[in-house]
């Protein structure tokens, strides 16, 4: 008997096979060709390393072949090397990307491209070797030419073979699911790419979130597992809790120490997040006189897309927060410098949120050497960043940044409620749910996805379920 010919492959390329960054996935049926994300790798522990890592993952895209790549949302990892698909000329694939997304799109992209550019100069003076990016500014025109945007919870039919629908996934601004849906020899598999999943506890607070959606069936689930090992008590209590610290700690450095309390964020979406946090603290508190500054060029640009992209009452709701006296934005370096050097009494939200780059360095330099001051980390840090460093501030006497050897005195602080991603609690409901076949967990280190399957496993035992529950490596391919 012939063996039964796969006519459906789907190979995750990216880093988020085995780890948490770099998301790609490569999917092939009949003589179509196309990618779901095209992520940068980012979780490495020094600019050289990042580099090969992403030049590796280049090189296992051919991207000529491709006649279609989907954005699910809009974070680094799951989009920062799209365009370097394209500066060499030979991409001239399709980009289809949720509506609403091109202008999101294009500032996040200019900034990876100035990054990438800082970070090759770098390289290349200190090997002595050049170091060239894998795109410029003048490539990112380019590839907006080639996105189209389509509405979320709408079928779309692509070719008689391809049709897809965006599911609101919580996590972020703009960000989905993708139902992919596939037809070979007049069958149709269904395949769910989750990209990454909010965290429901606290989807009330972030309103400009489009609210995440189940989706309850699909023949595969390629599902993301971030936080899937870390099995906490992470409830909208804790929240409500975390928010009260957050109150406390204002009061205490800047109010009674007459000090500065900085808040390392993400431009995309934790900068926002914060800022109606503080807000919604603060708002009707006539008292309540200190500066809250927004010093991330990058963060102010993507708010005023919020802003125009918006509807409804969650436009008005944003445009009020924006008006806020208490709220001051800054994008130009002088000012930046300026607002550092004034020791005085402010609140201050600023990226990177890992304090690997950006302007939040700056104020890092100022403010761990003094123990008035508080830094107050609401996210993930990756080991080797300077954010894990000072989280772990009591093993470390001393920091360096920028080269100069600093005595750690500042205070440090923790909110653990106010993660982006679902949960584990979360996602073992949620997966377990959904009526499928086979779970390919991706997006989380080892140990995570070991946790949640296990979790899974006993939970669809529990159910009377056949789902298969697979933990994906960097060999794996998946047939249909």
């Given at each position: ?17 085995q780890s948490v960054t770099g998301s790609c996935n490569l999917i092939e049926f009949d003589d179509t060709k196309f990618l779901v994300e095209c992520g940068g790798i980012q979780e490495c522990h020094t600019p050289l390393a990042n ?222 997040f914060m800022m109606w946090i503080i807000y919604s603290l603060f708002k009707n508190d006539p008292e309540f006189q200190i500066p809250i500054i927004i010093d991330s060029p990058l963060a102010v640009r993507l708010l005023h ?176």
């Open positions: 008997m012939a063996k039964h010919k796969h006519n459906i492959k789907i190979t995750p390329l990216g880093y988020a096979a580099y090969r890592a992403n030049k590796e993952q280049l090189s296992k895209i051919k991207p000529q072949e491709l006649q279609y790549i989907f954005i699910c949302h809009n974070h680094y990892d799951h989009i920062g090397l799209v365009p370097a698909l394209y500066a060499n000329g030979k991409c001239n694939a399709k980009i289809i990307v949720p509506a609403g997304s091109v202008s999101i799109l294009k500032e996040m992209w200019l900034d990876s491209a100035k990054i990438m550019e800082r970070d090759c100069d770098y390289l290349s003076r200190k090997f002595h070797k050049e170091f060239i990016p894998f795109y410029t500014d003048a490539d990112i025109g380019t590839v907006l030419s080639y996105i189209q945007e389509y509405p979320v919870l709408e079928m779309i039919h692509v070719t008689d073979a391809l049709s897809f629908q965006y599911v609101p996934s919580g996590h972020i601004f703009l960000s989905c699911q993708l139902e992919l849906y596939l037809k070979n020899n007049n069958h149709t598999s269904k395949v769910l790419v989750t990209s990454d999943l909010g965290n429901t506890n606290i989807e009330d607070m972030k309103f400009f979130v489009d609210k995440f959606q189940p989706v309850s069936k699909a023949t595969i689930v390629i599902g993301e597992s971030t936080y899937g090992g870390k099995i906490t008590k992470n409830r909208k209590k804790d929240f409500l809790k975390d928010m009260e610290k957050i109150k406390s700690i204002i009061l205490q450095y800047c109010v009674d120490n007459r000090g500065r309390v900085l808040f390392p964020t993400f431009s995309l979406d934790r900068t926002p897309h919020y802003s125009s992209i918006l509807s409804d009452e969650s436009k008005l709701m944003f445009d009020e927060m924006m008006k806020w006296k208490n709220f001051s934005f800054i994008s130009e370096y002088e000012d930046s410098a300026a607002a550092i050097a004034d020791g005085a009494p402010k609140v201050i939200v600023s990226a990177g949120g890992m304090l690997q780059s950006g302007r939040s360095v700056q104020w890092a330099q100022s403010i761990v050497p003094r123990s008035s001051d508080c830094i107050v980390f609401s996210g993930y840090c990756g080991e080797g960043t300077l954010g894990y460093k000072i989280k772990h501030s009591k093993e470390q006497k001393t920091v360096t940044i920028y080269n100069k050897i600093l005595k750690n005195r500042c205070q440090m602080a923790e909110i653990t409620s106010m993660s982006s991603h679902m949960q584990h609690a979360e996602l073992v409901n949620y997966y377990s749910n959904i009526h499928a076949d086979a779970i390919y967990l991706v997006h989380g280190d080892l140990e995570s996805r070991i946790q949640l399957k296990s979790a899974l496993d006993a939970e669809l035992r529990r159910m009377c379920k056949t789902t298969k529950v697979k933990i994906v490596n960097k060999s794996t391919v998946i047939t249909l």
